[in-house]
Nanobody, 128 residues
Framework: QVQLVEFGGGLVQAAGSLRLSCAAS????????MGWFRQAPGKERELVAT????????YYTDSVKGRFTISRDNAKNTLYLEMNSLKPEDTAVYYC?????????????????????WGQGTQVTVSS
């Protein structure tokens, strides 16, 4: 069992920045590939970024490349998402999620069903 809690959401103006954190407790954090998803009202949950267990390999959806950076600190059991140059279309509830290594196909867990554990979400609102 892994418990995930997100922090750092809020209201920011367009072109601003926010840093989301996700604190993990329970089983070994480094056993999991971690991801950030987001869900806007009326839309499906979307994968934003993933990071491998050791933090070397990352994936970003096209719309956030060059603006968002995912990172992790396994010593602190914490996942991060640095978000810069925010746009109104980034407005959503952001979720961190954990996928156990070896339980998904492909080079990274791309689907919500690949992730076994989820945080409760944190709202990010970008005003124009």
């Amino acid at each position: 069992q892994v418990q995930l809690v997100e922090f750092g959401g809020g209201l920011v103006q367009a072109a601003g920045s926010l840093r989301l954190s996700c604190a993990a407790s329970g089983r070994t954090f480094s056993s999991y590939t971690m991801g950030w998803f987001r869900q806007a009202p009326g839309k499906e949950r979307e994968l934003v970024a993933t990071i491998s267990w050791i933090g070397i390999t990352t994936y970003y959806t096209d719309s956030v490349k060059g603006r968002f950076t995912i990172s992790r600190d396994n010593a602190k059991n914490t996942l991060y998402l640095e978000m810069n140059s925010l746009k109104p279309e980034d407005t959503a509830v952001y979720y961190c999620a954990a996928a156990l290594r070896g339980t998904y196909s492909g080079s990274y867990p791309s689907r919500p069903n690949d992730y076994a554990y989820w945080g409760q979400g944190t709202q990010v609102t970008v005003s124009s």
